[in-house]
């Protein structure tokens, strides 16, 4: 994919916008979200509050603590129910009548026994609270079945230290459970809000329709609202109703509190995608109109780098991308003057350089001529003495002669090697071609087996599947010939010799090594492994002029490739080498 400007330019504009508008919806959504909890944490408390006003005691109690000192009920109570009875039930009826059905009137001896009832509410013949002396005390809700009901209850005496002469004035009520009610004080609280009443140290609850589990009491005893789940998730307030055992708690689903942010978010994306879309579009038509000129530039810069020299820009603009095209032109211009001139230059010193190199061949041809010459005669007559008159000679004579044979050997070697790698730097070479590596390379083993397999004894060549190469193959055998035979030749005499040949891919090319198992090398002198004539062994301990590796490392250059190694004393060596994929 072509990543240009003209495509990141707009890219990049609308990640930013899109990132910005990300960033700005999350705000957005999150100060919206934190309004709507401030508001619903003010809302509740308020529902509370109302709905504890609506509880108010104050009057019930009052009435129950007068009717308590009520001369008549003191009377009826200290007689022990025996007088003033129509007396006591008429100042009883003045609070609770005879007809009503959700709440009874009672009185009753400090025993618990009942002496006089009003009111067709009525509970199991018990006393439910615990009366108040000073002033009525209110139990806490009671639930029968379905059925949930309190009672208050104050104490009547004459002489408040006989308790025996008086008796218990106590009401008992009932909570009128229905839809309507429920819906009555939803309302009164906006409609969303639901509303609880119970004891406030547990069951039973109510939420004024039916009876309903407690709140949990992290919700009954925080000062402050708090989200818990109930169903769903919920934010809660809750209230103590003053002088009684109860409590009122105000309830509101978190989806709820959180419905204005997602109105928000609902509302306002639509507008930040259509930001994004329209600021990505006018970033798209920007970046065109900006780096059209400089694609022109550089398509025009392309087509001169081919060969192209008259290509130019057309200048359409007064800005500085038209200063840059006229720029390019004027630029565009002296490389045109400069390569013509340069061309004429060459083509002037090109019979001159074809002189030179047909003289540097004959020069090759004459010096390989004329020092093979000596070399021939010298090594001739020595062996003619050793030979002819070698019963003449004493055996210090017999060695020197033997000396002279071997160096003119070695110094033919050495004319032999110089001049092949100074006619690789002239040699062209057919680089365009497929090599089959492994065909090579097994080649070249086998005819290496063949013939060091008597002076060497065993040795191992293992040549894995190597990928194709792409150069000449008649260098590239070379290549695989001298690293070989280097090889053997340093693993002679040793136990079990090993060479491996294999390979690993890098990038667009394959690195190529021959491994042994050898004498190895002190690599503190590794820089002297491609020199010319630069050894790291003696010749009596291994032969060799030191041209073999140098002549690798020019053949590999000469591919576009690179040679190295690694290795250490009497631990073996592997030499590297790297080489363009091969085409298939």
Do not use: C
């Amino acid at each position: 994919m072509n990543w240009s400007i003209e495509r990141k330019l707009p890219l990049f504009v609308t990640l930013l916008l899109l990132a910005v508008a990300v960033a700005q919806l999350s705000i957005g959504y999150g100060s919206v979200r934190r309004v709507s909890r401030a508001l619903a944490d003010k809302r509740l408390p308020l529902a509370t509050g109302v709905l504890a006003d609506l509880f108010q005691t104050s009057q019930t109690r009052a009435r129950v603590t007068a009717l308590a000192k009520d001369p008549a009920i003191v009377a009826f109570l200290g007689s022990g129910g025996q007088r003033g009875r129509d007396a006591a039930l008429a100042a009883m009826r003045r609070i609770t009548n005879d007809t009503v059905t959700n709440a009874g009137l009672e009185l009753r001896d400090f025993g618990g026994r009942l002496l006089l009832r009003t009111g067709r509410f009525a509970i199991a013949d018990s006393v439910l609270v615990s009366p108040g002396k000073d002033s009525a005390r209110y139990g806490r809700l009671l639930r029968q079945d379905t059925t949930l009901y309190f009672a208050i209850a104050a104490a009547a005496s004459q002489d408040e230290r006989a308790e025996r002469a008086g008796g218990i004035v106590q009401q008992v009520a009932r909570l009128q459970l229905s839809e309507r009610t429920r819906r009555a004080l939803t309302g009164l609280a906006g409609g969303d809000v639901e509303l609880l009443f119970g004891n406030a140290d547990g069951d039973p609850w109510t939420d004024f329709a039916t009876i309903v589990p407690a709140p949990p009491e992290a919700v009954r005893s925080s000062p402050t609202p708090i989200t818990y789940e109930r169903g769903e998730m919920t934010r809660a307030s809750a209230k103590a109703v003053p002088g009684t055992p109860w409590m009122v708690v105000a309830e509101l689903p978190s989806r709820l509190v959180a419905a204005p942010a997602r109105s928000y978010l609902v509302n306002m994306a639509p507008i930040a995608v259509l930001i994004v879309v329209i600021g990505g579009l006018v970033a798209w038509w920007g970046s065109r109109r900006i780096t059209r000129p400089l694609v022109d530039v550089t398509h025009a810069a392309e087509a001169i780098s081919t060969g192209d020299l008259e290509q130019r820009v057309s200048v359409q603009r007064d800005d500085e991308l038209g200063r840059l095209a006229r720029s390019f032109n004027t630029m565009a211009e002296q490389v045109s003057r400069s390569h013509h001139h340069l061309e004429a230059q060459v083509a002037q010193r090109t019979q001159a350089l074809e002189g030179t190199n047909a003289e540097l061949e004959s020069f090759s041809y004459s010096v390989s001529h004329d020092l093979r010459a000596p070399l021939r005669a010298i090594h001739g007559f020595a062996r003619i003495l050793l030979e002819d008159h070698n019963a003449q000679l004493d055996p210090e004579a017999q060695r020197l002669l033997g000396v002279i044979d071997q160096n003119t050997r070695r110094m033919g070697q050495l004319i032999d090697d110089l001049l092949a790698f100074s006619r690789l730097g002239r040699q062209e070479i057919a680089a365009g071609g497929r090599v089959d590596m492994t065909e090579l390379t097994r080649l070249v083993a086998d005819e290496i087996r063949r013939t060091e397999g008597e002076q060497n004894g065993h040795v191992e060549i293992r040549v894995a599947s190597l990928p194709a190469a792409q150069g000449d193959r008649a260098l590239l055998r070379q290549v695989i010939s001298n690293l070989l035979q280097n090889a053997v030749k340093f693993t002679r005499g040793r136990p079990n010799a090993r060479i491996e040949v294999g390979s690993r891919p890098e990038g667009k090319q394959t690195i190529y090594y021959v491994k042994d198992n050898g004498a190895g090398f002190d690599e503190r002198y590794i820089d002297k492994l491609f020199g010319v004539f630069q050894r790291l062994h003696s010749n009596e301990e291994f032969e060799g002029t030191g041209v073999g590796l140098a002549i690798v490392k020019r053949i590999v250059q000469r591919h576009g490739g690179r040679v190295w190694a690694e290795g250490k004393l009497n631990e073996g060596a592997t030499f590297f080498f790297s080489l363009p994929y091969g085409e298939n």
